[in-house]
Nanobody, 121 residues
Framework: QVHLVESGGGWVQAGGSLRLSCAASGSIFSINDMGWYRQAPGKQRDMVARITSVGTTTYADSVKGRFTISRDNAKNTMYLQMNSLKPEDTAVYYC???????????????WGQGTQVTVSS
């Protein structure tokens, strides 16, 4: 069994900052790519940022220069530093990870339960 648990969400005024964390636990052999996604009410879930196991990053255009994704492989934890937040960043933020549970097993995607981020104008 594998669990992803997000933390760090909350309410902030526009221009403020938040730092999200995602901790993976359970029967984990290795973690490949990890990423943050977000879903606003009535909208689809979109990619915010992704990071490979060696630290290569990808960002959505809307967050480039404001958000920074990172990970600590020793702790099986990923972070999202969000600066200069805007009201349009308001959404539920989900953690995603591609995880192998054994040397001979295929990896599969896991999702966290989500954490709410609300940015007021």
């Amino acid at each position: 069994q594998v669990h992803l648990v997000e933390s760090g969400g909350g309410w902030v005024q526009a221009g403020g900052s938040l730092r999200l964390s995602c901790a993976a636990s359970g029967s984990i052999f290795s973690i490949n790519d990890m990423g943050w996604y977000r879903q606003a009410p009535g909208k689809q879930r979109d990619m915010v940022a992704r990071i490979t196991s060696v630290g290569t990053t990808t960002y959505a255009d809307s967050v480039k220069g404001r958000f920074t994704i990172s990970r600590d492989n020793a702790k099986n934890t990923m972070y999202l530093q969000m600066n200069s937040l805007k009201p349009e960043d308001t959404a539920v933020y989900y953690c995603n990870a591609d995880i192998k549970q054994g040397w001979r097993t295929l990896s599969r995607a896991y999702w966290g339960q989500g954490t709410q981020v609300t940015v007021s104008s």
